[in-house]
């Protein structure tokens, strides 16, 4: 399987604090993505980043891409109680075939 | 625009019976893929299409069909539904243009096959 991990599994954070979560894959890619999954519902895309970019920003989401550790990592700042959801990283190989996606992270932020 | 539909939202099958997930998009996307969703597994790609007419295995397609006579129906066919086959399943869809990136995915699908 060409299926990334994510990693932690899970995290449990305090409203006001960052969380971090952090994505590996297997093979060079196009571009890497991150989509949010609240409970029962289908997945929205959050954030892409392309193989020649190391940082990309958007509000309060920072994503980083280091591609010689064929690695990625999500960060989420003052986190609020309604970011609770799964977070997945897709890897793009080639921008002509389908996403890829890891097996997601769990954030749970306690109010 | 309605982005991805998919209907049912809910199904209840018996082992070795038959249906079909619909999906369907309206923003003219040329690349559509089925998704299932199992508990600590991720997303698992089962089949996709690059446009109408073409369409190509992923990663589990054991047990699945799928044609694509339009650019926007996409169905997905349980041929002998299996209680293996109990899961969410997600209809995604992008463009083809450079650049566009972006996947967008419909509601999903709940299936129990009992």
């Known amino acids: 399987s060409q299926q990334g991990e994510e990693d932690p599994q899970a995290l449990s954070i305090q409203e006001g604090e960052n969380a971090t979560m952090n994505c590996s894959y297997k093979t060079s890619i196009n571009n890497l993505q991150w989509y949010r999954q609240n409970s029962g519902r289908g997945l929205v895309h959050l954030i892409l980043i392309r193989s020649n970019e190391r940082e990309k920003h958007s509000g309060r989401l920072r994503v980083t891409l280091d591609t010689s550790k064929k690695s990625s990592s999500l960060l989420i700042t003052a986190s609020r109680a309604a970011d609770t959801a799964s977070y997945f990283c897709a890897t793009d190989y080639s921008g002509n075939t389908p996403l890829v996606f890891g097996k997601g992270t769990r954030l749970s932020v306690i109010a | 625009n309605a982005g991805v539909t998919q209907t049912p939202k809910f199904q209840v099958l018996k082992t070795g019976q038959s249906m079909t997930l619909q999906c369907a998009q309206d923003?003219?996307?040329?690349?559509m893929s089925w998704y299932r969703q199992d508990p600590g597994m991720g997303l698992r790609l089962i089949h996709y299409?690059?446009?109408?007419?073409?369409?190509d295995q992923g990663e589990v397609p054991n047990g699945y069909n799928v044609s694509r006579s339009t650019t926007e129906d996409f169905p997905l066919r349980l041929l002998s539904a299996a209680p293996s086959q109990t899961s969410v399943y997600f209809c995604?869809?992008?463009?083809?243009?450079?650049?566009?990136?972006?996947?967008?995915f419909g509601p999903g699908t709940r299936l129990t096959v009992t």
């Open positions: 299409s690059v446009g109408a007419g073409i369409t």
């Open positions: 995604a869809s992008r463009s083809r243009q450079w650049g566009s990136y972006e996947q967008y």
């Open positions: 923003m003219n996307h040329e690349y």
